[in-house]
């Protein structure tokens, strides 16, 4: 998988960063300046989630099989809208994020 580095406008994101194994800084391709473990920057967002036990991979495994549980497996995006604006809370939402806005999920 191809690192990508940030955009030049994120390289203040760096500073905020630090390497889940070791917490050495990282370099602006998402490489551990102390360990020199490299993270994959999809659209430049950095994948800095530590590997977990054998339980955290079955979950992680499941949803990323069925990312919607009790979802249809080939719904599509118009039909999760639709069902979406059936939700006040995911109306709210949607009016409340931009639609190119990027969003960073950082788990609980």
Request: proline share 11%; aromatic share 8%.
């Amino acid at each position: 998988m191809e690192l990508a580095a940030p955009a030049v406008a994120d390289c203040r994101l760096i500073e905020l960063l630090c390497c889940p194994a070791c917490q050495g800084a990282l370099e602006p391709d998402f490489r551990c300046h102390a360990c020199a473990t490299s993270f994959a920057a999809d659209d430049g967002i950095p994948d800095l989630r530590a590997p977990g036990d054998v339980r955290t991979e079955r979950v992680r495994a499941f949803y990323s099989a069925a990312p919607f549980p009790g979802y249809p497996p080939n719904a599509t995006p118009a039909w999760l809208r639709s069902r979406a604006g059936r939700s006040p809370f995911a109306r709210l939402l949607d009016e409340a994020i931009a639609p190119d806005a990027r969003v960073v999920e950082i788990g609980c």
